[in-house]
């Protein structure tokens, strides 16, 4: 009698594409960051072609990003040393406006008024996206991401889904919370450069927009940015 063993090969090669790219996710996540916009001058100057536009400013520190990218995929170059990443996400960005206006739906071109009665605790700017990414990913490690420095610059192709303002304010012993869904000129499309960087499961991301936030021929030209870290990697 003759037995034929046969050894079942280690996990780690049994599927070596599937088990080697799920450690090297660094888009897929949940991103979380202050977000802003600059003039064409790349500053944060609101006198544009002559026109103050200073009714949007903003409380950049509490004008937040967040991300929910739920999917990715890598294509491999360089055996994991360099990496071909697209994916699929979802971007919220809320600018906090300083002063206290309202921006009018059916202006043209942006407009705002200032109101002069309400104190408002909260008045902001909702912008949501679908984002799509083409990044090129550089590891320092092929075989543990948790010991390799990467960085990966690239872009982003996004799609508005959403927007409205939303305004938080009390009058008389009440809370009002006013919400105005329009599109308020923002563009229907976007796309920008990203770069994100980090070592291990610590990343840090940068994203700037080459387009403009609005779409209205006599809009000011602003370019949305927003930088922060990757707090959940999946």
């Known amino acids: 009698v003759c037995f034929l063993m046969i050894r079942r090969p280690p996990r780690s090669t049994l599927f070596p594409y599937t088990t080697l790219f799920r450690s090297f996710t660094h888009w897929a996540g949940i ?27 903003l409380q950049l520190q509490k004008s937040i990003s967040f991300s929910i990218n739920l999917f990715e995929h890598n294509i491999s170059l360089v055996k994991n040393y360099a990496n071909l990443v697209t994916g699929l996400g979802f971007e919220f960005n809320s600018y906090r406006f300083k002063n206290n206006i309202t921006l009018i ?22 912008v949501i996206y679908l984002n799509i990414p083409l990044l090129l990913e550089f590891n320092t490690n092929n075989e543990s991401s948790k010991k390799s420095f990467h960085f990966a610059p ?21 809370r ?8 308020f000129h923002v563009s229907p499309f ?23 936030l609005f779409d209205g021929k006599n809009d000011p030209e602003l370019h949305p940015f927003s930088v922060g870290i990757t707090i959940i990697g999946f």
């Open 105 to 126: 739906p059916d202006s043209f071109p942006i407009y705002a008024i200032k109101d002069t009665i309400s104190d408002f605790k909260r008045n902001k700017l909702r």
């Open 31 to 57: 991103d979380i960051g202050i977000t802003g916009y600059l003039n064409a001058n790349n500053t944060m100057d609101l006198m544009i072609d002559s026109v103050n536009y200073d009714f949007l400013e």
């Open 190 to 212: 976007k796309w920008g450069f990203t770069f994100r960087m980090g070592y291990g499961s610590l990343n840090f991301f940068a994203n700037y927009a080459m387009s403009n």
């Open 154 to 174: 690239g872009v982003i192709i996004g799609l508005r889904l959403g927007t409205h303002t939303k305004q938080v304010y009390d009058f008389e012993g009440k």
């Open 176 to 183: 009002y919370k006013p919400k105005v869904v329009d599109d």
